[in-house]
């Protein structure tokens, strides 16, 4: 699609996110609206201050906990509403927890924005659902070649030998507070870890958010209410920052472990001084990104928030068309 083409389309990408311009909405926006579509809760997609806020019922609940009061219209998966003559739906990213990709029907057009999104399965929230379109709009978080994640079974592992190898010692698990620290733990349950699992005090309302809207995390405790002796042998959940921190001196010589995909970069482990990589990711790797292009063929793909290029020459190279969206304000806050 030629730039003059892309501008005078009915839904236009600038800096600030991506306008629906016949409903007069905007796409997960980075400054304040009369009316915005939240893909997921994750900062760098959902912002406090729009005039009106539609979104999932727990994507809503999620910034409700991080903003208080949001002026928020739930739409459940696969209801519809229309505004402007767009028919607008909700479906599920399964990035996290009430994650959704929009799909805008208009002019007989179907454009799918899918903000984050992973195609793996999640203990934590509902699949990803292929939703045939004309226009794919695909995040590129992870789109290079070399992002290959590996499967989440053997990183569980990893982590469940560090501790089981080292039980004087506890394991301090770097994850990001909304999607990642839940998935982890949720993972761990269904590796058959029943112990309790210790938390810092940052990630336990989102914890609880995520068990009352039915996610099962099973038995949390918190570290400040724990001797530190009691934290031998367990395993510790922490917001990343709090990795280096004065507060990891409170369990008992932790090996330092970080979860995020961007662990296949060792610089990026050596950097954070992690001691044990879990290469987690709620984000498609490249192999993911490329499979659903492929399966859905769209007449167009869009790709923004990563490595566009890559992407985008893999889709000329097979003759599909493709471009790059300029929008800022995205960063890697859930990775």
Same mark, same amino acid.
Request: include cysteine; proline fraction near 7%.
């Given at each position: 699609?030629?730039?003059? !083409?892309?501008?005078?389309?009915?839904?236009?990408?600038?800096?600030?996110?991506? &306008?629906?311009?016949? %409903?007069?909405?905007?796409?997960?926006?980075?400054?304040?609206?009369?009316?915005?579509?939240?893909? /997921?809760?994750?900062?760098?997609?959902? $912002?406090?201050?729009?005039?009106?806020?539609?979104?999932?019922?727990?994507?809503? %609940?999620?910034?409700?906990? =991080?903003?208080?009061?949001?002026?928020?219209?739930?739409?459940?998966?696969?209801?519809?509403?229309?505004?402007?003559?767009?028919?607008?739906?909700?479906?599920?990213?399964?990035?996290?927890?009430?994650?959704?990709?929009?799909?805008?029907? &208009? %002019? +007989?057009?179907?454009?799918?924005?899918?903000?984050?999104?992973?195609? !793996?399965?999640?203990?934590?929230?509902?699949?990803?659902?292929?939703?045939?379109?004309?226009?794919?709009?695909?995040?590129?978080? *992870?789109?290079?070649?070399? *992002?290959?994640?590996?499967?989440?079974?053997?990183?569980?592992?990893?982590?469940?030998?560090?501790?089981?190898?080292?039980? #004087?010692?506890?394991?301090?698990?770097?994850?990001?507070?909304?999607?990642?620290?839940? $998935?982890?733990?949720?993972?761990?349950?269904?590796?058959? /870890?029943?112990?309790?699992?210790?938390? &810092?005090?940052?990630?336990?309302?989102?914890?609880?958010?995520?068990?009352?809207?039915?996610?099962?995390?099973?038995?949390?405790?918190?570290?400040?209410?724990?001797?530190?002796?009691?934290?031998?042998?367990?395993?510790?959940?922490?917001?990343?920052?709090?990795? @280096?921190?004065?507060?990891?001196?409170?369990?008992? #010589?932790?090996?330092?472990?970080?979860?995020?995909?961007?662990? !296949?970069?060792?610089?990026?482990? =050596?950097?954070?001084?992690?001691?044990?990589?879990?290469?987690?990711?709620?984000?498609? #790797?490249?192999?993911?990104? @490329?499979?659903?292009?492929?399966?859905? $063929?769209?007449?167009?793909?869009?790709?923004?928030?990563?490595?566009?290029?890559?992407?985008?020459?893999?889709?000329?190279?097979?003759?599909?068309?493709? !471009?790059?969206?300029?929008?800022? +304000?995205?960063? #890697?806050?859930?990775?």
């Amino acid at each position: 699609m030629s730039n003059d !083409r892309a501008s005078s389309h009915w839904i236009a990408a600038d800096r600030t996110g991506i &306008h629906v311009r016949p %409903a007069d909405l905007w796409i997960d926006p980075s400054v304040p609206r009369p009316a915005a579509l939240i893909t /997921h809760g994750h900062a760098d997609h959902a $912002r406090g201050g729009h005039g009106e806020t539609i979104a999932t019922p727990e994507t809503l %609940a999620i910034m409700g906990l =991080r903003y208080g009061t949001v002026d928020g219209r739930p739409l459940r998966y696969g209801e519809a509403f229309e505004r402007g003559g767009v028919r607008i739906s909700l479906h599920p990213a399964g990035h996290v927890l009430g994650s959704a990709q929009i799909l805008l029907e &208009h %002019a +007989g057009e179907r454009v799918v924005v899918t903000g984050d999104y992973k195609t !793996r399965p999640d203990p934590t929230c509902t699949p990803f659902e292929p939703v045939p379109c004309d226009i794919f709009v695909t995040e590129a978080t *992870f789109g290079l070649p070399v *992002f290959r994640h590996p499967p989440i079974e053997q990183e569980v592992a990893k982590l469940l030998n560090a501790r089981a190898a080292n039980p #004087d010692r506890c394991v301090l698990v770097g994850a990001y507070a909304l999607g990642k620290a839940q $998935r982890v733990i949720a993972e761990l349950r269904r590796a058959s /870890h029943a112990e309790p699992i210790y938390l &810092h005090g940052a990630l336990e309302k989102m914890c609880r958010l995520y068990e009352t809207l039915g996610v099962d995390l099973g038995e949390l405790r918190l570290v400040s209410e724990t001797e530190k002796e009691d934290l031998s042998g367990r395993i510790v959940v922490c917001p990343p920052s709090a990795l @280096t921190d004065r507060w990891s001196r409170r369990p008992p #010589d932790p090996i330092t472990a970080m979860a995020s995909g961007w662990m !296949r970069v060792r610089q990026r482990a =050596r950097a954070r001084q992690v001691e044990l990589p879990l290469i987690i990711s709620d984000h498609a #790797d490249w192999d993911e990104l @490329t499979a659903t292009i492929a399966m859905l $063929r769209p007449t167009e793909t869009w790709v923004t928030h990563g490595a566009e290029e890559a992407l985008v020459h893999w889709c000329t190279q097979r003759q599909m068309r493709a !471009r790059a969206l300029a929008v800022a +304000g995205y960063e #890697d806050e859930d990775e």
